[in-house]
């Protein structure tokens, strides 16, 4: 989270899975919105799989860039973009949507940047369209950034392909004992929440002066007789 922790700064994560897309808003460093999306990359998939009539397998190889089984002639990887674009669309629509709602409901400033994560944000399409979309610039997320890599110990094209999904990961493993727990609640339900610890134990508190003096009363009113 370094990358959206300036002072001022708005910045947008999101992590787009195989099924879900979370989205988590971090102004001035803190976590104000969260919102997770029912899509992923199952769906870009899917819609290859359906509109070209292919296997899950080969429609899985065009996403991914492959053309399992089709000659160089073929004008199927000009249609594996067309529905590339499609998907895209849809869920940068989707994700515009619940930007536009926290914009509406927040008091923070515009979004400065949106960072993307997981294995669905390596869709080149997908991070044009939503530059596109929203107006700002996207960035793909680079976990290993700070981190040396030992190239006699670790295959460095396998760590350059896993980059945006190990974000989760490398933020897990940078974790020590003693670290504060990480509370990804929007500012006011913390708050909310934090309050109602406040007005729960001063409850208690005064529930046990108030036996407190119950029985010290009971005391004295034996001791007279």
């Not at 700002?136 to 460095?156: S, Y």
Request: net charge negative; proline share 3%.
């Amino acid at each position: 989270e370094e990358v959206v922790a300036s002072a001022g700064d708005t910045g947008v994560l999101i992590d787009v899975g195989a099924s879900t897309i979370n989205i988590n808003v971090v102004a001035n460093g803190i976590t104000t919105f969260t919102r997770d999306i029912a899509m992923g990359g199952n769906q870009f998939t899917e819609e290859i799989q359906k509109q070209l009539n292919v296997s899950y397998d080969e429609a899985e190889a065009y996403k991914l860039g492959g053309e399992r089984g089709v000659d160089a002639d073929s004008v199927v990887p000009q249609e594996v973009e067309r529905v590339m674009g499609t998907v895209s669309e849809s869920m940068a629509s989707e994700i515009h949507r619940s930007l536009d709602f926290y914009m509406a409901t927040s008091s923070e400033g515009r979004i400065s940047r949106i960072y993307l994560s997981g294995g669905t944000a390596k869709v080149p399409a997908l991070g044009r369209t939503l530059e596109n979309r929203i107006g700002v610039a996207c960035e793909l997320v680079d976990p290993f950034r700070g981190i040396q890599i030992d190239p006699k110990l670790f295959n460095l094209d396998y760590i350059n392909a896993v980059r945006p999904l190990a974000a989760v990961a490398v933020g897990l493993g940078l974790r020590k004992p003693g670290d504060f727990r990480i509370n990804l609640l929007p500012v006011r339900e913390a708050k909310k929440r934090e309050s109602g610890k406040q007005f729960l134990l001063l409850a208690a508190v005064l529930i046990v002066a108030e036996a407190g003096g119950l029985f010290y009363w009971q005391s004295l009113k034996e001791d007279e007789l």
